[in-house]
Every structure is written in structure tokens, then in C-alpha cells.
């Protein structure tokens, strides 16, 4: 396993990135540059993440390609295809992307996401982002959400199947996928059935907490690693049967103190269970 996270500087040289990265412990991180970047720096980001044994976890992608305006939805793809374009250049394991909604918000909940129509278009839109790229280092993945497909473990390996390539892959966030009072109290072997399904495709991971309010019907809320209610021991020690590089990535947090705390509530449950960081 490897841990990362965001950094909150502009970063003019590898040098400069990677000494961030060591001052905060991360040996996985987010990608520094964007699909503009020339191709001389492209490859001495690359160049220089591989000699200091820094994994890039994932380029985001985040757009809407099942937007139902054709102008917006054929962008998402372009841009899609780009950072695509970029995750394999420089080098990263993962381009990640939702699989997008059929909603007014681009990543938001609609009756429209659970159709069989849904499911083919979301098919094509990865076969269109792949085919064009020709990617042969990194990988398109969509990450799990919970109210969109892909949902459950289930769903994801449905998709594999029927996008049929070999360069897509699977982005985990277990926490987005519990959307229910029984997964959320069953975390612990929800997180097994889903390694135990997906673990061989999944190339990185988003790491959060969670917890469950009082007020009815449901509430179920995220949160920093540390303050919600998931046995991050148990979580930590399913992660850890993945690939050894597997980015663990921290998210979604306000500022750079909370990741910090985050990050050392991370290795603090790591190393109660006993296990090592790369």
C-alpha cells in the first residue's frame, strides 16, 4: 500500500513536487500536471517520480459523458480522451472518471441512471475514450458511486464485461458505494466482497470515513478518516492483500492540516494492524 493525497501548492519542477511530497510522507500521489503540459515536462514529471519511487496514482477526468446536451456530453468525452492521453504519458496507473449522470447535476443523482439504455451508453462512451486513446500503460476507470452505476461490485464486474478491453480497469472507493444502512454496518465484509471480486483491476483507491446520524429517515455522512465510525483496522488489513502499490488516496478534505491528521490517523490504524507502508 501506498498512501497519498492532495497538495495544495503550484509546483514549476519534479524537484519541487517531490519534495512536498516527501516533507508530508506520501509515496503515492495525485497527478502534479494537466493536459497541457509539453511533452518534455510530461516526461521529467515521469522521469522523476520513477526515480524517487513515487507512484502517480490517477489522473481525474471529471466531466459528465452521459450529459443528455450532445454538446457537453461530446467535450466530456474529448476531455476524457485527453487526460487519458496524459495518465499514460506521465505514467499513472489509473485515469479515473464517474461514469456520468443522465441528470441536471453532472454527477448527480437521477431515476434516468438505472436503465438498461444507461448501462449501453456508458458501455460506448468507455469503448469511445479507450479506442481513441489506445492507452498501453495506464488505465480508464470509473469510480464506484452510490447512485450510479457502477454501484456494487457486481455491477462493476458487469461492466468489465461487457466493455470488453483490456485497458480498462477499476478505481475503488468503497465509501461511495455505501448507500445503505446494511453496507454501512457491514462495511467490513463489504470491503472483502469487493476485493474479493475486483481486486486484481483495481489500480487505486479513495480512502474516507463515515458515519450515520440520528435524524429520519437515513443520514449517511462522510468524513475524515478518524472521525466517522468504520473500523479502519479491518479496512486496512483487506487493502493490504492488493497489489503492493496500490494508491491509498485521501479526499474531499478543506485544508492541509486535516489531511495531515488524516494521513497520521491512516498509518496510526496501519500500524495496529501490523502492516507496512512502501
Known amino acids: 500500500m501506498r498512501l497519498g493525497g492532495p497538495l495544495f501548492g503550484k509546483y514549476d519542477s519534479p524537484e519541487a513536487w517531490l519534495a512536498e511530497l516527501a ?73 479515473v472518471n464517474i461514469a456520468g449522470s443522465r441528470g441536471s447535476e453532472w454527477d448527480g443523482p437521477d431515476a434516468a441512471n438505472y436503465t438498461a439504455d444507461t448501462f449501453a451508453l456508458i458501455v460506448d462512451s468507455v469503448r469511445t475514450i479507450i479506442d481513441a486513446v489506445k492507452p498501453t500503460q495506464s488505465f480508464y476507470t ?45 462495511h467490513r465484509e463489504f470491503v472483502q466482497q469487493c476485493v474479493d471480486l475486483l481486486g486484481p483491476m483495481i489500480k487505486s483507491c479513495h480512502i474516507k470515513d463515515m458515519r450515520i446520524d440520528r435524524p429520519f429517515v437515513v443520514a449517511l455522512r462522510e468524513t475524515a478518516p478518524g472521525l466517522g465510525m468504520l473500523d479502519y483496522v479491518a479496512i486496512l488489513r483487506i487493502l493490504a492483500t492488493l497489489d503492493v502499490d496500490t494508491p491509498l488516496m485521501l479526499e474531499h478534505l478543506a485544508e492541509a492540516h486535516e489531511y495531515t491528521a488524516a494521513a497520521q490517523y491512516v498509518r496510526d490504524a496501519a500500524a495496529t494492524a501490523r502492516l507496512v507502508w512502501r
Open 142 to 186: 470509473l469510480e464506484t458511486m452510490p447512485w450510479m452505476y457502477p454501484d456494487s461490485p457486481e455491477v462493476y464486474v458487469e461492466l468489465i464485461k461487457a466493455i470488453d478491453r483490456p485497458q480498462f480497469a477499476v478505481h475503488f472507493d468503497p465509501i461511495n458505494m455505501m448507500n445503505s444502512v446494511p453496507r454501512f454496518y457491514q
Open 23 to 95: 516533507q508530508l510522507g506520501y509515496r503515492a500521489a495525485y497527478c502534479p500536471i494537466d493536459e497541457k503540459a509539453s511533452a518534455a515536462t510530461v516526461t521529467r514529471f515521469r522521469q522523476a517520480a520513477a526515480a524517487a519511487d513515487v507512484v502517480i496514482a490517477e489522473v481525474g477526468a471529471w466531466s459528465n459523458p452521459l450529459a443528455t446536451d450532445d454538446v457537453t456530453r461530446r467535450a466530456a468525452i474529448t476531455f476524457c480522451q485527453e487526460r487519458l492521453a496524459l495518465a499514460d504519458a506521465i505514467g499513472a496507473r489509473c485515469c
